[in-house]
Nanobody, 123 residues
Framework: QVQLVESGGGLVQAGGSLRLSCVAS????????MGWFRQAPGKEREFVAA????????YYADTVKGRFTISRDNAKNTVYLQMNSLKVEDTAVYYC????????????????WGQGNQVTVSS
């Protein structure tokens, strides 16, 4: 049974930092494309960042480029999202997801999802 468990969210002031973790079980993150998505109230789920299965390529939404960094620790079977210079508009539930094949920026092409982790940025 595949499980993706996110942690590390919480409440932070604008300009602060958080690091989200996604621990995988039942799959090996180095054999999947891994992505982070987020969903704010009343909005659709949107792409945030992704890393390809070999780990050599990363992708970012324009809204987070230069502030967020996705990384992977194969030994810990964990994917991270380091979020710096957080803004109020980054407030959302953040989801980790695993992609076997397909475009890493498209949430519809991800097979496995975590339960989500709330990130709230206050002004």
């Amino acid at each position: 049974q595949v499980q993706l468990v996110e942690s590390g969210g919480g409440l932070v002031q604008a300009g602060g930092s958080l690091r989200l973790s996604c621990v995988a079980s039942g799959l090996t993150v180095s054999t999947y494309g891994m992505g982070w998505f987020r969903q704010a109230p009343g909005k659709e789920r949107e792409f945030v960042a992704a890393i390809n299965r070999r780990g050599g390529l990363t992708y970012y939404a324009d809204t987070v480029k230069g502030r967020f960094t996705i990384s992977r620790d194969n030994a810990k079977n964990t994917v991270y999202l380091q979020m710096n210079s957080l803004k109020v508009e980054d407030t959302a539930v953040y989801y980790c997801a695993a992609n076997e094949v397909g475009r890493l920026t498209n949430p519809l092409e991800y097979k496995y999802w975590g339960q989500g982790n709330q990130v709230t940025v206050s002004s």
